[in-house]
């Protein structure tokens, strides 16, 4: 039995396809983000999973269970399915007790379990109208897992947070897969959001897959710049301004663009070094727990990543990572 079966989804919205011929499968307890850019059907793929969007065609399967669309039955939404909307509501003029007793089926011990899980327990007596906008959708969670769902759908949960409402909400969303035993997809398109948490990234470009993979997959071998641009700075090489890259006797596929990650570009302390590429220091910006350096070479500029800021002007060598570089 397959726990979800995306079977060939497509959707037209206004003359556009929003969705086309999405297919993929999802074990249970499999962790999966879906990334892409703004557009690019995330939102649509999330809302007919959850049975609240009309697909045109396809068909999506829960536990070998046809999930109904909106036009197909009267209360749109499928059971074991909840999906947490970026534009969630609450009740006005209610505590966030009477929101959560409203909907409560769960034994005592469980709702309190789950409202620590939600880090929410604290905030029981007050009304909705008084929550922070990360209260409020954590509650809003709660709301949902009290039904106990298998299946949870989170369309970019951490936008509008402040990072410590975000850091709270990263650790609710791991304790709710390790302790509420509830499958997961997240939509985010922060690549710190996934590719920490994820198993397996789906990206979406113009609503059609382009790639499917671990995150180490679609950071490290992204099939296209588009990919590659997502999940972080890159740099990238034609094939005909590689000289100073000569040293490094690199077999590189013809036609094909260099791919490096700054950070698997680091600076020796020595300037001859042979297999090493030499550049000039343009400029240091400071990142916190790094220093990300622009180094001039000659025909190009490339992006490193180093520990301390690099003096303008000085002259330095770059080592390449072993497996550090890829071609698209
Ligand atoms: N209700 C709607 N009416 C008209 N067009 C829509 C509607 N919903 C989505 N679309 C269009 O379908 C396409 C996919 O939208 P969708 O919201 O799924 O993308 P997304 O990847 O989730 O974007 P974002 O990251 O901005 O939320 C876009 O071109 C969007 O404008």
């Known amino acids: 039995m397959n726990f979800l079966q995306v079977a060939n989804i497509s959707r037209t919205e206004r ?7 999405v297919s993929f499968t999802q074990p249970a307890f499999h962790k999966i983000a879906v990334a892409g ?70 034994p005592e011990e469980e709702a309190q379990a789950l409202f620590k899980i939600c880090h929410i327990n ?43 409402h975000k850091s709270t909400l990263k650790s609710v969303i791991h304790d709710i897969g390790e302790h509420l035993k509830i499958t997961c997809i997240l939509v985010s398109h922060d690549p710190l959001d996934t590719l920490s948490w994820a198993d397996e990234i789906i990206v979406l470009k113009e609503g ?16 296209n710049e588009y ?19 000569a040293a490094l006797s690199i077999e590189q596929p013809a036609g094909k663009k260099m791919f490096i990650r700054p950070e698997n570009l680091i600076v020796t302390e020595d300037t001859s070094a042979s297999h090493s590429i030499r550049g000039v220091v343009k400029n240091s910006s400071f990142f916190g727990h790094d220093y990300e350096i622009t180094v001039m070479l000659p025909e ?20 390449l990572r072993e497996n550090g570089v890829w071609f698209i």
């Open 300 to 319: 190009n500029n490339i992006v490193i990543k180093h520990s301390e800021p690099l003096v303008k002007g000085s002259v330095v060598s770059l080592q």
């Open 122 to 164: 604290h905030l029981m007596k007050r009304r909705t109208d008084q929550l922070s906008g990360g209260e409020k959708q954590r509650i809003a969670l709660a709301r949902l897992l009290i039904t106990s769902p298998k299946l949870l759908l989170l369309d970019e949960p951490f936008s509008n947070l402040d990072m410590i």
């Open 208 to 223: 059609k897959i382009v790639q499917q993979g671990s995150p180490q997959e679609v950071y490290q071998h992204p099939i």
């Open 15 to 21: 003359d556009e396809q929003a969705l086309s011929n």
């Open 37 to 106: 850019e703004t557009g690019s059907g995330k939102s649509s793929l999330l809302k007919i999973i959850a049975g609240l969007t009309q697909p045109d065609s396809g068909n999506v399967f829960f536990e070998d269970v046809r999930i109904e669309g909106p036009a197909e039955k009267l209360i749109p939404g499928h059971k074991g399915i909840v999906y947490l909307s970026q534009q969630f509501e609450l009740p006005n003029f209610l505590t966030v007790a009477q929101v959560l007793e409203y909907v409560n089926e769960l």
């Open 227 to 245: 990919v590659g641009g997502l999940f972080g700075k890159y740099n990238l090489i034609a094939p005909d301004k590689t000289s100073a890259f």
